[in-house]
């Protein structure tokens, strides 16, 4: 079954609004990453976060281990923002860089 | 800046034909993977390495061979392409237990 489940699937958000991104795994992982892809493909990583919280600009990830989950909060939203927001979970036990990824948040920010 | 280079960016093929897809890294990173996406997917891992002359099979090897001649570069190769290879293809490296840095993803078409 699915490892990596990603939620929402999809999310329009008017500009200026903040939006939460929630991925939950079925297993115990050893640490995840979020990355976003922007819409002509390419991928652009925004946090490894094995643990607890990160911060980089309008964007915070928070991962609890224990309770096999992670979310990315983007705050006061920008059209630049749209794109594909990707989670993915290194299991524990598993090779290193053995990446699980989700399928995706696809994000549409409109003025 | 980690540099991770694909070649081609897009090709198309023939069912049957041999496909070699390339990635070249200046990262000096020891750890190279490849991925495929398939569109509204997140990306599965195909093939990776650890070190030059050596690869491993990661969760969907079937079809496809990897080669690591050098640190810097890892191909992956479809013998007798197929129509469901159809997909975008990426490459990525990695140091220890750090972020991945992608390359900007090949589109392979086969008809």
């Known amino acids: 079954g699915q490892q990596v489940q990603q939620s929402p699937a999809s999310l329009v958000l008017q500009e200026g609004e903040n939006a939460e991104l929630q991925c939950n795994f079925s297993?115990?992982?050893?640490?995840m990453q979020w990355f976003y892809q922007r819409p002509e493909g390419s991928l652009v990583s925004l946090f490894y976060?094995?643990?607890g919280t990160k911060q980089s600009g309008r964007l915070t990830s928070t991962t609890v281990i224990k309770e096999r989950r992670s979310s990315l909060h983007i705050s006061s939203s920008q059209i630049t923002d749209s794109g594909t927001y990707l989670c993915?979970?290194?299991?524990?036990?598993?090779?290193?860089?053995?990446?699980?990824f989700g399928a995706g948040t696809q994000l549409i920010v409109i003025p | 800046e980690a540099a991770v280079t694909q070649s081609p960016r897009s090709k198309v093929a023939v069912t049957g034909g041999k496909v070699t897809l390339s990635c070249h890294q200046t990262?000096?990173?020891?750890?190279m993977y490849w991925y495929r996406q398939d569109t509204g997917h997140g990306l599965r891992l195909i093939h990776y390495s650890y070190v030059a002359d050596s690869t491993e099979k990661g969760d969907i090897p079937d079809g496809y061979k990897a080669s690591r001649p050098s640190q810097e570069n890892f191909s992956l190769i479809l013998e007798l392409a197929s129509l469901s290879q159809t997909a975008v293809y990426f490459c990525a490296s990695r140091v220890g237990a750090e972020t991945l840095y992608f390359g900007s993803g090949t589109r392979l078409t086969v008809l």
């Open positions: 990262n000096n990173h020891d750890y």
């Open positions: 993915a979970m290194e299991r524990m036990g598993s090779a290193l860089g053995r990446l699980h």
């Open positions: 976060n094995p643990s």
């Open positions: 297993t115990s992982l050893n640490s």
